[in-house]
C-alpha cells in the first residue's frame, strides 16, 4: 500500500491515528531525525545519486564560531555582516530573520554553546534541473519528512524554518534595468523576484503604474506536489495561475520560472523631503504635520507615484518619490497636493527633485543606499491602510496617532503610500486589500544582538499584544500584506486572504492533497501543527 492510501485512510479512523506505534503514525506526523521512519544513510546517498549529487548537507555558517572549530578571524568578520541579506543568501539552508534563527548556531553567542542545526533544514538539494525537483519532491514524500523551497531567504513570516529538506532554487533578477525594459521588482537588490515575492504578490516602485508583480505574470512553470512538470497561464491550469498569482508562494507549487510583462523603460522622476519636530516647530505640531502629510496621498498616487518613507518618533524622511514616466517640470504639479495642506498646517517642505532617464539611475540614487546600509536583521508587523479611512479628517488623525504609540514602543514605521488598483489586471488572487489601500506599513524593531535575547522577544512579544492591535483598531477592513507582516498575526487567514480563502484552500486541497508544501500562515496550514519535539502532525 503506498503511503498516500494510508495517509488517506488514517484521516478516517482518528482512533487508530493516535495510537502511538501503529501503521499510521507514519503518516500522521513528518518525520524528523531520529525517528524510525527517518531515511537511512543509504536513502540520503541514494537521492543524492539521483540528484546528480546536488545534495547539500547543512553546516551553518556561524559553525566556525562554535566549538573546537572556533575561528577569531572568521566569527568577528561574521558579526558584522549577521544583521545584513547579503551573508545569508547564497548559503543553502540559511535565512534572515533572527527569532527563527533561534540563537541555535549565531556568531554572537558563546564558543562553549554547540552550534546546532535547531529550525535549519538537515540537507538542501541544489536543484538545476526539474528532474531534481520532482526527485525532492518525491523523496519527501515516500518518507514522510518536511520540504520547503529556499530562494533568498528574505522570509519575515517564519515560512522558512523547521523543514528538514529544502529545495533551494536560486532565481536573482540580474541585470534589472540593462536591456531597457522595467519590471515591476521590489526594493532590497537581493529579494528574488520568482522565489517568494511575485507569488505572494510584490510591490515596488512601479505598482502605481503597473500594478503588482503578481498582476504581470501570463505564465507560470511549475512542478507541483504530485511531481507534474507544467505551465500555467489564464487559460491552462487556471485555477492553478490564479492562485499563485498572489495567494502565497510555497503553497501550491514548486515555482521554476515565469513569463512576466516587462514595460519599456525611460523617463522617472524623483523626490524627497524631510521634517521633523524642531522644523515642524514642537511635538504636536509635528504629529499633525504626519497625519496631514499621511491624507494627501490619494492624488498623489493616482498620478502614478509610490512615495516611500520612514517615521521615528522625532522625524519623517520621504526617501523615495519615485515619479514614472513624468519629467522634472511635472513633478512639482504632481506632488502639490502635498505642499499645499502642508503650508496649510504651517509646515514649508524643501523638496528636493531629481530627473533620471531609466529606472536603474533613479534607484542607485535614492534607494540603494538605503536598503544595502540598512540592517535587515528584524521584529517585523505590517498592515494595510484603508484610503477611505486616510481621506477622514478623523481617520487620518487616528492611524497617525496608533502610529505615535508604536513609535514610542520602539517600531520605526516603513511606509509606501501606493495604488495597486490598476482594474485591467486585477484577476488574480492577490488580496483585495491591496486594491483599496493607500498605505502598506511596515512596524520594525531592528534586532540588537547586543540586548539580551528575552529582551528583543519581548519586542515581539508586544508586537503582537499591543502595536498591532492597536493598529489594527484604527484600519478595520485594512488587512496585511502576507509577505511582511508579523507572523504571529491572530485570524490570518481573514487578515492576510480575506475573501480569497475558501477558493485558494480549495485549490490547494486539489493541487496538494497530501500537504507535501507546507508553510505557517500559507493557505491550509491549519491542517498542520507542531508538536513539543517540533514534529510537524496533521490535526
Ligand atoms: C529587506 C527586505 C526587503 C523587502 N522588500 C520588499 C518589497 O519591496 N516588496 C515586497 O513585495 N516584498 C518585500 N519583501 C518581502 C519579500 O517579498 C518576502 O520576504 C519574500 O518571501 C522573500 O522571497 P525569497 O525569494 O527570499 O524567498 P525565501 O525567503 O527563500 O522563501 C519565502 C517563501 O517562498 C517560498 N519559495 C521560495 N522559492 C520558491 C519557489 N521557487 N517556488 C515556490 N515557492 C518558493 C518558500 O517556500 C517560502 O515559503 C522584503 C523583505 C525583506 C527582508
Ligand atoms: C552528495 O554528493 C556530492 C558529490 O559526490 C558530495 O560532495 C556531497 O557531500 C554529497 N552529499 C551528501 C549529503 O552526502
Ligand atoms: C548551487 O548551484 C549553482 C550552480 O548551478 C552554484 O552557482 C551555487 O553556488 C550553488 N549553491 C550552493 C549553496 O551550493
Ligand atoms: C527556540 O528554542 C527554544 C529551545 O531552545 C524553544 O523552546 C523555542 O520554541 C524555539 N523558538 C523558535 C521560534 O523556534
Ligand atoms: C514635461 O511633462 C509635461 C507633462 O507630461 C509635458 O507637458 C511637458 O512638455 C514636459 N516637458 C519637457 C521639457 O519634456
Ligand atoms: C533644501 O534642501 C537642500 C538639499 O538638501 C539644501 O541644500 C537647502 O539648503 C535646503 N533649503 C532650505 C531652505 O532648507
Ligand atoms: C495611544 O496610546 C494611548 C496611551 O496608551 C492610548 O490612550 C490611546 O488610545 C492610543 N491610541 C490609539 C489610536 O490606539
Ligand atoms: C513591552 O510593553 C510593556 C508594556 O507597555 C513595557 O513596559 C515594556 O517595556 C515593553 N518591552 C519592551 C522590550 O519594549
Not at 524642531?278 to 509635528?286: D, L
Not at 536603474?360 to 546600509?373: C, K, P, R, S
Not at 490570518?492 to 486572504?497: C, D, L, M, P, R
Amino acid at each position: 500500500m503506498s503511503w498516500g492510501r494510508i495517509f488517506a485512510l488514517c484521516a478516517l479512523l482518528p482512533l487508530i491515528r493516535e495510537a502511538r506505534g501503529s501503521p499510521c503514525k507514519r503518516a500522521v506526523c513528518r518525520n524528523i531525525p531520529g525517528d524510525p521512519g527517518w531515511p537511512s544513510s543509504t536513502d540520503w546517498d541514494l537521492l543524492n545519486k539521483t540528484v546528480d549529487g546536488h545534495l547539500i548537507p547543512t553546516i551553518p555558517l556561524a559553525s566556525l564560531c562554535h566549538g573546537t572549530e572556533y575561528d577569531q578571524g572568521h566569527c568577528d568578520g561574521l558579526k558584522e555582516a549577521w544583521p545584513f541579506a547579503a551573508v545569508h543568501v547564497q548559503e543553502s539552508a540559511e535565512f534572515l530573520m533572527p527569532y527563527f534563527q533561534n540563537q541555535s548556531c549565531d556568531p554572537y553567542t558563546a564558543q562553549e554553546k554547540p552550534c546546532e542545526l535547531g529550525n535549519y533544514a538537515q540537507y538542501s538539494i541544489n536543484v538545476s534541473t526539474v528532474g531534481h525537483v520532482q526527485a525532492g519532491i518525491k523523496f519527501a514524500r515516500e518518507n514522510n519528512i518536511r520540504l520547503t523551497i529556499k530562494n533568498t531567504g528574505h522570509d519575515i513570516m517564519d515560512l522558512l524554518s523547521g523543514s528538514e529538506l529544502a529545495l533551494l532554487r536560486q532565481m536573482p533578477l540580474k541585470r534589472r534595468a540593462s536591456r531597457g525594459f522595467r519590471v515591476v521588482t521590489g526594493t532590497c537588490p537581493d529579494v528574488g523576484v520568482v522565489g517568494g515575492y511575485t507569488p505572494g504578490g510584490g510591490h515596488g516602485i512601479f505598482t502605481s503604474i503597473y500594478g503588482m508583480g503578481a498582476d504581470n505574470v501570463l505564465e507560470w512553470e511549475v512542478v507541483t506536489a504530485k511531481g507534474e512538470h507544467l505551465v500555467a497561464t489564464p487559460t491552462a491550469h487556471a485555477d492553478l495561475y490564479w492562485a499563485l498569482s498572489g495567494g502565497g508562494a510555497g503553497t501550491f507549487a514548486v515555482v521554476l520560472s515565469m513569463v512576466t510583462r516587462v514595460y519599456p523603460d525611460g523617463d522617472i522622476a524623483g523626490a524627497s523631503l524631510s521634517f521633523d519636530i524642531e522644523s515642524a516647530g514642537g511635538v504636536e505640531k509635528f504629529w499633525d504635520g504626519v497625519a496631514t502629510f499621511q491624507a494627501a496621498m490619494g492624488p498623489v498616487v493616482d498620478a502614478g507615484a509610490v512615495v516611500a518613507y520612514a517615521l521615528t518618533p522625532t522625524a519623517i524622511s520621504v526617501y523615495g518619490i519615485a515619479v514614472p514616466n513624468e519629467n522634472a517640470s511635472a513633478i512639482d504639479q504632481v506632488l502639490s497636493p502635498i505642499t499645499a495642506a502642508m503650508s496649510q498646517v504651517g509646515i514649508d517642505l524643501n523638496i528636493t527633485t531629481t530627473m533620471h532617464p531609466r529606472y536603474l539611475d533613479f534607484y542607485n540614487q535614492y534607494f540603494l543606499e538605503a536598503v544595502t546600509a540598512t540592517p535587515a536583521a528584524q521584529i517585523t508587523g505590517g498592515r494595510l491602510v484603508p484610503r477611505s479611512i486616510m481621506e477622514t479628517d478623523a481617520g487620518a488623525q487616528t492611524v497617525t496617532e496608533a502610529f505615535r504609540n508604536a513609535t514610542d514602543a520602539g517600531f520605526a514605521i516603513v511606509c509606501d503610500a501606493i495604488n495597486a488598483d490598476q482594474e485591467r489586471l486585477n484577476r488574480n488572487a492577490v488580496f483585495p486589500s491591496w486594491r483599496s489601500s493607500l498605505l502598506h506599513c511596515i512596524f520594525v524593531k531592528t534586532w540588537d544582538f547586543s540586548m539580551p535575547w528575552a529582551e528583543m522577544t519581548e519586542y515581539q512579544a508586544n508586537l503582537t499584544n499591543i502595536v498591532m492591535p492597536q493598529i489594527e483598531a484604527v484600519t478595520p477592513d485594512g488587512g496585511a500584506y502576507l509577505n511582511e507582516a508579523n507572523f504571529e498575526q491572530p485570524d490570518w487567514q481573514n487578515v492576510f486572504y480575506g475573501e480569497n480563502y475558501p477558493r485558494l484552500k480549495g485549490i490547494k486541497n486539489q493541487v496538494d492533497p497530501q500537504g507535501i508544501f507546507y508553510a505557517q500562515t500559507a493557505v491550509g496550514s491549519e491542517r498542520w501543527a507542531e508538536d513539543a519535539s517540533g514534529r510537524l502532525c496533521q490535526q
